[in-house]
């Protein structure tokens, strides 16, 4: 069974760029047709899809936070990271990385992580 862990610090300062790994245990992130996926939620609001990476190394972000994100991965540490950049407090949100696989979204999802933005 897959699982997924996020790590990370869990204060950012406004302007810094916030870094996030998911490590993938259980399977490995080059397993044909799989994708993995970043995911927020701020206070108060639902869950917001920030991007993925596939299998063969391709990318996809949301159109809102694309200019600020990027997500690459590390296949020999089976782990996958995203960077949000020039942070502001309104991308304070718990960050959960999840995984794709066909037609099936977000099937497996790591516990989640506390990000808060604040000098």
């Known amino acids: 069974q897959v699982q997924l862990q996020e790590s990370g610090p869990g204060l950012v300062a406004p302007s810094q760029t916030l870094s996030l790994t998911c490590t993938v245990s259980?399977?490995?992130?080059?397993?044909?047709?799989?994708?993995w996926s970043w995911i927020r939620q701020s206070p108060g609001k639902g869950l917001e899809w920030i991007g993925d990476?596939?299998?063969?190394?391709?990318?996809y972000y949301s159109p809102s936070l694309k200019s600020r994100t990027s997500i690459s991965r590390d296949t020999s540490t089976n782990q996958f990271t995203l960077q949000l950049s020039s942070v502001t407090p309104e991308d304070t949100a718990v960050y959960y990385c999840?995984?794709?696989?066909?037609?099936?979204?977000?099937?497996?999802w790591g516990q989640g992580t506390q990000v808060t933005v604040s000098s």
């Open positions: 999840a995984r794709g696989s066909g037609d099936i979204a977000f099937s497996s």
């Open positions: 259980g399977g490995s992130i080059r397993m044909k047709s799989t994708y």
């Open positions: 990476i596939t299998y063969t190394d391709n990318t």
